[in-house]
Structures are given as structure tokens and as C-alpha cells.
């Protein structure tokens, strides 16, 4: 049922496309975003929510994008118009494509300048300059950052540059072996950060604002946030990974592995909101204090911790390695469908799209100093990106392969395909309805429709 022109290489083991699945699941979404989406949106109802949208949501369209990818094994784009004339419909379906790709490149964009913030905290870490560190020369440091439009902007070159150098070559051995090693590290590290928090004076406040929900403190909009995070942080509704999918050797399961991979994600982020939440309050600072948060909170940690120095430096370049693993999945639904539609070279694919990215960005440098000032409905250019593709973009691109999977698929090809047993008739309920409809009331009641 495929063309063969386009049929690429499979994974070599499950373990490869696990691999490859948490490190696009694993990244800033985890360490940065998680922390401060749940500081902003009052702590254990966002959270509550989060779990619950990635539990009823984001694991059914997990398995759904994964199975769509292994059975197309093409660019997200391609896979659509593959899939859909298999099911004999209309190649419309094909815009779904369409959109993931545009909202990987959105995110790209800014994804990169956060990273290159991590990447400045790692030389930052090692001067030593960071030990004993207050809570106020923290945040002085990191507002120095934030105010220089020069610094971010040479660092999110280098992380953009970084990234396209690793895609160009194509998702080499080499770095699925080093994720091996990079994503346990990182686990280590923040469970080392936990024992920390768990000593410090903060402790019991940070547990108790991280998972005592309070739902007088959720509105509709930090529902919508809630379940965007859970696109987000799963990696989920923009093409990356279907087209891991696509690499997947038939009779592999496909839930076990997505089950396990989701479980990872929200293992992560939840580890890394344990070690923040405690430093806030043991410092009185505010859980509200947005992108800034784990750059203003973890320095005072290591700053106090023997061997800090060091262990902040680690974490630092985990981070990175994190953020390097995602943002190639971000990226590489563009550049497969470029070489395989636009006869481009996987270079020339690279430096385009790359090229376009890194323009993009500058909106999200600009805007912590020269353009804050300049908002569009209350948010300034990376607030606007951020929510229009988290918030917006993955959730119409998982409503859509939900409707795919579940309505225009036969069941006979989706349930040989997943191989799942008594399991398959829960997974087909929610992504024939539970799915689409919370993710379609979800959004309809945070712009006001119901
Ligand atoms: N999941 C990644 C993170 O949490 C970001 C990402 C989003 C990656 C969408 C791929 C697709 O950092």
C-alpha cells in the first residue's frame, strides 16, 4: 500500500523508536514550561487537570499518531494523502500535515531562544559565579539575560546552527546511543534536586500547592493551558510522532510503547515541579513569576549544595541534550516533507527551513526587552506564539488524526494494526468520542462559545 520511493529505514528495536519517542516527549516542555504553566495557573488544579488530559486525551491520540504514522511511513504531509486514499476519501486530510508542519516550525522558533537560556546557565554554572547565590541576585541575573537582546539572540543562533548541523546528517546512531545514557542522567539529576527540595524549608508548601487541588484557582483558559501542555509535553498533533511511527517495524506494540513513553513524560515534568515548588516558597518568591521560573529557583539550589557547581553544570547540559532531542523532532516533519516532495537535499532542507526558524525567533528575543511593550490581545510575540500553537495548533492537529484514526480508518486496519486485545474497544471509545469532544469543549469554553 506504499509507495516504495519513499519508504525510509526502520528502527532497529522498539527500544530505538521508545527512544526516540521520549526524547521528543522529554524536553523544555518538562523542565521549563511544566513548572511555570502550573506556578501561573494555580498549582494542584492545573496539575489535576494536566493528568487528567494526558490520561483521557493525549495517550488515545498518542497511539492513534503513531499507528497512522507506522501505517503511511512517510513525512506527516504524505502519510495523510497515503492513508486517506487508502480509506478512499477525500485528500483534504492532507492539511493536517500541513498544519503540524507549520506548528513545529512556530515552536522551533522559540523554542530555540529558551534553550539557548540553558545553554548560557551552563557556562554560567561552571564560572562557580552562581554558588551561595541569593534569591535576589538569582533573579538579577537571570533579568540581565532576559534585557539583552545580544546574549540570546548568539545562543539561540548556536542551538539553531546545533540542531540543523544533527538534522542535515539525518537522526544519526550516534545520538540514539547517547540518548541512552542522557535521559536517565537527566531523571538522576532531577531526583537529586528532589532530595534536596525535600530538606528544605519549603517542602511541605511546595507538595501541598503541587498536588492539593484547589479549583476555585482554575478558569477556563488554565484548562485550555492544561490540556495544551499536555499536547505540548507529549509531543503530540504536529506530525513528530507520526513520523517516528513511520520508522516502527510492523508488530511492535504500539500502546505498551506510547504508554510507556507518556508515563516517562509526566514522570519528568512531575520530578521537576517537586524540586521547584519547595525553593519557591523556601525563598518567598512568587510561583507566578512565568518563563523565568526554574532560571530564578534552581541556581539558589545548587548554589547551596556541595559540589553544586558541577552538578548545576550537569543538569544544565542534560537540559540541553533534552531540548536538542525535541527540537529535532520539531523540525523534522518540514524537512522529510521537503526532500521527499521538493527533491531538495536533506542539506538544502535543513538550511531553509533552519534559516526561516531562526528569523522567526527573533520575535520571541525581542520579546523580553525591545518588544515587550508591543501585545496583541493582552500577549506579547512569544506569548501569542506560544498559545496559538500549544494552545490551538496541537489540539486541532490531535482533534484531526483522532477523527482519522477513528472515523475514516476501518476498524478491521486500526485494530490489526494495534494488536491491543480487550484494550482496543477503550481506546477506540476515546478516540471516537471522549477525545475529540473534551478537547472540542475544552477550547470552545475558553474562548467563550459554551
Ligand atoms: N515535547 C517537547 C517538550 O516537552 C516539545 C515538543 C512539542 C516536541 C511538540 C515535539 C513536538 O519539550
Known amino acids: 500500500m506504499t509507495d516504495q520511493r519513499f519508504l525510509h529505514n526502520q528502527w532497529s528495536s522498539r527500544l530505538a523508536f521508545v527512544l526516540a519517542a521520549s526524547g521528543s516527549a522529554i524536553g523544555l516542555g518538562n523542565i521549563w ?10 498549582g494542584g488544579a492545573f496539575v489535576a487537570v494536566y493528568l487528567l488530559c494526558v490520561v483521557a486525551i493525549g495517550i488515545p491520540i498518542m497511539i492513534a499518531e503513531t499507528m497512522l504514522g507506522r501505517r503511511g511511513r512517510q513525512s506527516p504531509i504524505n502519510t495523510m494523502l497515503t492513508l486517506a486514499q487508502e480509506a478512499k476519501t477525500s ?23 529558551i534553550a539557548g537560556w540553558s545553554m548560557i546557565y551552563i557556562f554560567k554554572m561552571s564560572s562557580g559565579y552562581l554558588t551561595h547565590i541569593s534569591a535576589d541576585n538569582a533573579s538579577r541575573v537571570f533579568n540581565e539575560l532576559k534585557s539583552s537582546p545580544e ?17 542535515s546528517r539525518g537522526v544519526s546512531g550516534g545520538l540514539e546511543r547517547a540518548t541512552r545514557f542522557m535521559m536517565p542522567g537527566l531523571f538522576i539529576m532531577l531526583v537529586l534536586l528532589d532530595g534536596y527540595a525535600m530538606n528544605s524549608d519549603g517542602f511541605a508548601q511546595g507538595i501541598s500547592f503541587l498536588f492539593k487541588p484547589d479549583f476555585s484557582r482554575i478558569s477556563g483558559e488554565s484548562v485550555l493551558v492544561a490540556m495544551g501542555q499536555a499536547f505540548f509535553s507529549l509531543g503530540l498533533g504536529m506530525g513528530s510522532i507520526m513520523i517516528y511511527g513511520s520508522y516502527l517495524p510492523d508488530h511492535v506494540s504500539i500502546s505498551r510503547s506510547t504508554v510507556f513513553v507518556a508515563s516517562a513524560d509526566t514522570l519528568v515534568a512531575l520530578l521537576a515541579g517537586v524540586a521547584i515548588f519547595p525553593i519557591v516558597f523556601a525563598n518567598h518568591l512568587e510561583p507566578t513569576m512565568g518563563p523565568g521560573l526554574i532560571f530564578q529557583t534552581l541556581p539558589i539550589a545548587f548554589g547551596q549544595m556541595p559540589g553544586g557547581s558541577l552538578f548545576g553544570l550537569l543538569f ?23 526532500s ?82 480487550p484494550a482496543y474497544s477503550y481506546w477506540r471509545l476515546a478516540i471516537r468520542y471522549a477525545s475529540p469532544l473534551a478537547v472540542a469543549l475544552v477550547t470552545l469554553s475558553a474562548i467563550g462559545v459554551v
Open 33 to 42: 514550561k511544566f513548572p511555570y504553566l502550573a506556578g501561573e495557573n494555580g
Open 91 to 113: 485528500s483534504a486530510w492532507h492539511y493536517a500535515g500541513w498544519l503540524g508542519m507549520l506548528s513545529g516550525f512556530l515552536i522551533l522558533s522559540y523554542y530555540s531562544v
Open 151 to 167: 546574549i540570546q539572540f548568539i545562543w539561540h543562533t548556536v542551538f539553531m546552527a546545533t540542531t540543523m548541523a544533527i538534522v
Open 316 to 338: 544544565f547540559v542534560l537540559v540541553f541534550f533534552a531540548a536538542i532531542t525535541s527540537a529535532i523532532a520539531l523540525i523534522e516533519p518540514a524537512v522529510a516533507w521537503l
Open 340 to 421: 521527499e516532495n521538493r527533491a531538495m537535499s536533506r542539506e538544502t532542507a535543513c538550511l531553509r527551513s533552519g534559516l526561516g526558524c531562526w528569523l522567526l525567533g527573533f520575535g520571541t528575543v525581542f520579546s523580553f526587552n525591545l518588544w515587550s511593550e508591543n501585545t496583541w490581545f493582552g500577549k506579547n510575540f512569544f506569548e501569542l506564539v506560544d498559545f496559538i500553537t500549544a494552545n490551538i495548533m496541537l489540539p486541532v492537529g490531535g482533534i484531526l488524526v483522532a477523527l482519522f484514526a477513528g472515523w475514516v480508518m476501518k476498524r478491521e486496519v486500526t485494530e490489526t494494526e494495534l494488536e491491543m486485545g
